[in-house]
C-alpha cells in the first residue's frame, strides 16, 4: 500500500512539473532576444551564450549587424526557435588556443575532427540574411601551416557544425576563410541549407601557385538522412561537398565550386569496423570552375568516388582501410565544367601500396546526364572499380566534354559490371 502510495506521489509530481514545463514554455514562447556587438577589443561569447540560453528554446534571438568576437567554442541548443544572424561570428585568430584539444568539441566521430562552433537541437531556422555567419580568419591559418602537411583529426576547427540535428533549416549562410571544413552535417536528419557561402582563398603572394588550402571542404555529410543543399558558391581547395559514410537520401541543387578536388563520395573504407552505407544521392544544376592558378592551381574532377583499400594502413583519423560499404543509386545531372582534369572519377585504392587487398566497398548504379564544358585531361571517365566489387549499373548521357587542348576524348571502364551509354568504353587506362 505504502508503495502505491508512493507511486502515485511521483506520479502526481511528475503530471505538475510537466505543466510547471508546458508554462515555462509558453512563456518562452514569445521571447526575443536581441544584442549588439560589444565593440573593439570586448568579448561578446557571453553576451551570445546568454541569449541562446534565454531564446534558443521557443524564442527568437536577433544578433543585430556588426561583428562579434568569439573567444572560445560554442554550442547552441535550439528548439523550435528562430535565430537572425544579421552580423559575423569572428572566431579568434589565436591558433595555439584552439589547438589545444580542451579548447574545441569532438563530436564529429569520423577522422576525430575538433569543431568551435556547434548547433544542435531541432526545429529551428538560422537565418544570416547573406550578410551574417562566420569570420574564421582562414588566412593565419593557412600561413601557420604553410605548405608543410597536415594530418586529419589534428584539431584545425570545422567552421560550422551541425549535429544531432532534428528539422534544421539555415539560410543564406557566408564563411569567409575556413581554416579546414567549412561545414559538417553528422549524426541529423531533416537539414536544409539554402543559400551557403564559403571562401577560402589565399592571398599571401608566397603561397601563389600552391595549394595552401588543402582540407577547406565546402561540407562533410556523415551519419546523416535526408539533407538537402541549395544554392550554395564554394571557393576552396579540397573536396567541395564530401558525401561520407552513411548519407542517405541527400538532395543537391545550384552548387558552384571554385577549385579543388570536386564534389567527392568519399572517402570511404576507412574504418575496418565500419560499413559506409551511401543511398539516393541526387546532385543538380553543379558548375566546377578552375580559378586563376596562382591562388588556386586544382580542379580535379567534377565527381569522384573513392575508397580505401582492402588493408587497414596505420589507424584514422589520419591512415586507415579495410572498411567495407555500398554506395548505391547516385545521379548527377546537368554539370557545367570549365578546366577540370579527370571529369568522372572512380577509385577504389585510397592510400593503398602495392599487394594490399582489395576493396570490398561497391559502387552501384551511379547515373551521369548532361555534362558539358572543358577538362584539361583527355580521360573525360575514368571507372576503376575493385575487381572484388565490380561495378553495376552505370549510365551515361549526353557527356559532351571537351579536351582543352584538342585531344581525343578517353574513357575507361574496368571492373564494370554493366554500362550503358558510352559506346568506346575500354577496359584499360590509355
Ligand atoms: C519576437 O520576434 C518575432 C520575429 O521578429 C515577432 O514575430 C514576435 O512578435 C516577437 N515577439 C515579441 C514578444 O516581441
Ligand atoms: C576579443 O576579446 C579579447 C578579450 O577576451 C580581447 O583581448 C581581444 O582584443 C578582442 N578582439 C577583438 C578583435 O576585439
Ligand atoms: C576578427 O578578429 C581578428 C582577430 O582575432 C581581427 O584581426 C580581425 O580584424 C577581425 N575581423 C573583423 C572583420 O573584424
Ligand atoms: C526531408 O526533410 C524535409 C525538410 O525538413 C521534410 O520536409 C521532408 O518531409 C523530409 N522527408 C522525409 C521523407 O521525411
Ligand atoms: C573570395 O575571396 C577573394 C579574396 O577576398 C575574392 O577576391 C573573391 O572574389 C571571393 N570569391 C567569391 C566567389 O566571392
Ligand atoms: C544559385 O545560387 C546562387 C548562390 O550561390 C544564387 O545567387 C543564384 O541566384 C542561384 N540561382 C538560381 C537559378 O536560383
Ligand atoms: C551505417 O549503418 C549501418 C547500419 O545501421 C551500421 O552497421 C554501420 O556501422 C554504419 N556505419 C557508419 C559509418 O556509421
Ligand atoms: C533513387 O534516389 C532518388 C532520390 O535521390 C529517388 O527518387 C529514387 O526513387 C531512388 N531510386 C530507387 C530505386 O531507390
Ligand atoms: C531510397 O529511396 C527509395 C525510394 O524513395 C526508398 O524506398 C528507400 O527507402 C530509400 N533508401 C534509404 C536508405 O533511405
Ligand atoms: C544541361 O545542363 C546545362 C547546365 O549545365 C543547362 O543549361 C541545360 O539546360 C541542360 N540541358 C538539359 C536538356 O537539361
Ligand atoms: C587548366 O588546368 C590545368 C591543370 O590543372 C592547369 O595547369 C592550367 O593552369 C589551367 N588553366 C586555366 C586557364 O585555368
Ligand atoms: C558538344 O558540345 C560542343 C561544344 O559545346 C557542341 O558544339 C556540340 O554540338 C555538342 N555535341 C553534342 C552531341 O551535343
Redesign the pocket.
Known sequence: MLAVRVLLAALVATVQFARVLAWANDWEAGNNCTIQPLGEGLDDTDQIEGAIARCGHYGTTVISEGVYNVTRKMMWDLVESRVDLHGYLNFTANLPYWMNPENTYRVVYIQDQASWFVVTGRDFTIDAHNSGGIIGNGQYWWNWYGTTSRLDGDGRPIAFTLWRVL?GVVKDFRIEGQPFWCNTVAESQ???YDGMYCNATNTNPEYYGHNVVPNTDGIDTFRAD?V?MLNWDITLGDDCLAIKGNST?IYAQNITCRGGNGIAFGSLGQYANLFDHVENVTLEDIRLLHIDPEIQPNMGSAVYFKSWSGTAIGHPPDNGGGGSGLVTNVTVRNAELYNVSLPIHVYQTNGAHPGDSLSTLQFADLSFYNFTGTSSGSTIVNLACSPAAPCPGMVFEDINITVTNGAEPHYVCSNVVSQQGLSNCSTTTP
Do not use: E, I, P
Open positions: 528539422r531533416d537539414v536544409v535526408n538537402t537520401n
